[in-house]
Nanobody, 117 residues
Framework: QVQLLESGGGLVQPGGSLRLSCAAS????????GGWYRQAPGKERDLVAT???????IYADSVKGRFTISRDNAKNTVHLQMNSLKPEDTAVYYC???????????WGKGTLVTVSS
């Protein structure tokens, strides 16, 4: 099994920044692909950003230029740097990881980000 531990969520004022981290542990040697999704109250879970083994990234239009996804291969960790946060970024953010050599994706339990003054 693979466990994903997310951290870094919290309350921040509009215009502020947060950095989310997702550390993978357990039966995993490397991360082939990682991503962040979010789910606002009453809405579906949507893609925020993904990064593949080659470092290619994809972002939702709503976060382009404000969020940056990155990975630390040595620590099997995926990060999401969020700048210029807006109230509409408020959501539970979920980490999603596919271990190297496997097709299965794993989900974290989520971390709450609240953007409010």
């Amino acid at each position: 099994q693979v466990q994903l531990l997310e951290s870094g969520g919290g309350l921040v004022q509009p215009g502020g920044s947060l950095r989310l981290s997702c550390a993978a542990s357990g039966n995993i040697l490397s991360i082939a692909a990682g991503g962040w999704y979010r789910q606002a109250p009453g809405k579906e879970r949507d893609l925020v950003a993904t990064i593949d083994s080659g470092g290619t990234t994809i972002y939702a239009d709503s976060v382009k230029g404000r969020f940056t996804i990155s990975r630390d291969n040595a620590k099997n960790t995926v990060h999401l740097q969020m700048n210029s946060l807006k109230p509409e970024d408020t959501a539970v953010y979920y980490c999603n990881v596919r271990p190297g050599g496997r097709l299965q994706y794993y989900w974290g339990k989520g971390t709450l980000v609240t953007v409010s003054s």
